[in-house]
């Protein structure tokens, strides 16, 4: 005896946000982690070789125990920062933008989704650094009146195409 699956309507409904379904959401490109990878080794690495240094001049502990300490806490730090925290940030990452909302999701201890209306985007802002013109990635920031959603770690082409989308379709170019 074989049942019949009913049919299911995957087309989106009135009250459906852009990213309720999966195939409609956008990922981050994979080099995106080794970006964000490389940002917090460049910052981390100097920050926690500072504390290191505070630490064993503090005189915490002895002195076998002072560096064993300091030295778990700065491999914590790194591993947790430069190891963990891309790879689950780009699995968390993704967003949706269709004609009337851009939905996004993100987080990584705390997963945000934030959806705007096009309606209510009042300019963009594109960037990319030195770091960023290595990976061939761009940070793109929708601004509304309530504040910015990012989308980080754009392929550079792709961060060009979401902005002239989005300015289209929140008609950004009626305001010049």
């Excluded at 960037?127 to 309530?146: I, K, M, P, S, Y």
Aim: hydrophobic share 45%.
């Amino acid at each position: 005896m074989t049942s019949a699956r009913p049919e299911v309507d995957e087309t989106p409904g009135p009250e459906d946000l852009p990213g309720d379904r999966p195939a409609d959401r956008e990922r981050l490109p994979t080099r995106t982690r080794g970006y964000w990878t490389a940002q917090a080794l460049l910052v981390g690495v100097p920050v926690t070789g500072l504390f290191v240094l505070w630490a064993v001049a503090s005189g915490w502990f002895t002195p076998g125990v002072r560096w064993t300490v300091a030295a778990l806490v700065a491999v914590l730090l790194i591993g947790v920062r430069a190891g963990i925290a891309p790879r689950v940030r780009h699995r968390l990452f993704w967003y949706a933008i269709s004609e009337t909302e851009i939905d996004v999701q993100h987080g990584f201890l705390v997963t945000s989704r934030t959806v705007v209306p096009m309606s209510r985007v009042q300019y963009l802002r594109s960037e990319h650094g030195v770091l960023a013109d290595r990976f061939a990635l761009a940070n793109l920031h929708v601004h509304t009146a309530a504040g910015s959603v990012p989308l980080p770690g754009l392929d550079r082409a792709v961060a060009d195409e979401v902005r002239a989308r989005i300015s289209r379709w929140a008609h950004l170019d009626d305001d010049v």
